[in-house]
């Protein structure tokens, strides 16, 4: 499936950097962006309601300042996520936002409501909606989606347990839209693996908290570059959806992470942590198992200069084994 015609020669590499919740701001979908990969953040990090537009305001007029400026570069379009669960009260409000701002890509995330399909392609918008099995895959496909995220085995924060080799194969056979592939995707070798399981683009996240333009604690973007695949625990406990989570962040707070309880669904709200003191994303770390390929913590620029490299590596070197 060729990328959507608003992707089509837009990007240096087939990369979009996941939505983070609390990290991704326009700092980091600007540099992003300009590095030629799109960037993207949940419509819930522009707090209050209001900084939405402020947010997409910014990222447009210095997207377009660079692009005007650097006509020869390729400047990747943005995305806004939106999480599309009853505790979001303000999902519409934040849709009539990004409708105004004819944004590019809608990422959505838990439920794929028709209404945000039909909101986005109303302006020529596109829709990705993530998903970690093939029942969810297709409820998304019945809506109408532009493409599927498919969150496999190892991605941080919310994830699910199934084999990319298993979930984008089986997809493929039936779904004729956009494919991106997530799951402990660090490095320019990842990149070329998903395109060569079928994907269209590998969606990454965890990568681009270790960089200098996001939004973390100093002591997050150093630790993703101190453990490794081992020190991920997957829980449910923290938002009441089974999630990959730093290790090291949970024992901070108190809790054995190899002795976890499972959490009552019924009392949680997404991102809550319940009534515990500590948070999601705010004190337990999001991270996928892809970590033990960190170890330093670059501006966006400079990592995608690396992944660029490194994918042209892979590329190059799959030719070669394949034709000897």
Known sequence: MPLPASLNNKLELPVL?????????????????????????????????EKLGEWLTRIEDELGEYQAKNPDKKVAPYAVNQICHASNDRLMKDMETCVKHKVPVIITSLRPPSEIVEAAHSYG??????????????????????????????????????????LVREVK??????????????????IA?????????????????????????????KA????????????NLFTGIHGNYLGPSIAAAGLDPDNLPVADKSKMNFGSGGNMKAKAWRDIWGCGQGIGQISDVPSVAELVACLKSEFADASGDFAKRISA
């Not at 039936?174 to 320019?188: E, V, Y």
């Open 193 to 221: 693996s998903a395109l060569a399981l079928g994907a269209d683009m590998a969606y990454m996240g965890t990568r681009f908290i270790a960089t200098v333009e996001a939004n973390a604690d100093p002591a997050y973007k």
């Open 173 to 190: 056979q039936w779904f004729k839209g956009t494919i991106l592939l997530s799951g402990a995707i660090s490095d320019g070798w990842g």
């Open 125 to 166: 918008g596109v829709v990705f909606h993530d998903v970690i099995n093939v029942k969810h895959a297709r409820k998304a496909a019945e809506q109408g989606v532009d493409g599927l995220i498919l969150v496999c085995a190892g991605a941080g924060g919310h994830a699910g347990t199934l084999s990319p080799f298993a």
């Open 224 to 235: 993703l570059t101190e453990y490794a695949a081992h020190d991920t625990v997957y829980t």
């Open 17 to 49: 950097g996941s939505p983070l919740f609390i990290v991704s701001g326009p700092e980091l979908v600007i540099a992003q962006c300009k590095a030629g990969i799109v960037g993207s953040f949940p419509a819930l990090n522009a707090r209050p309601v």
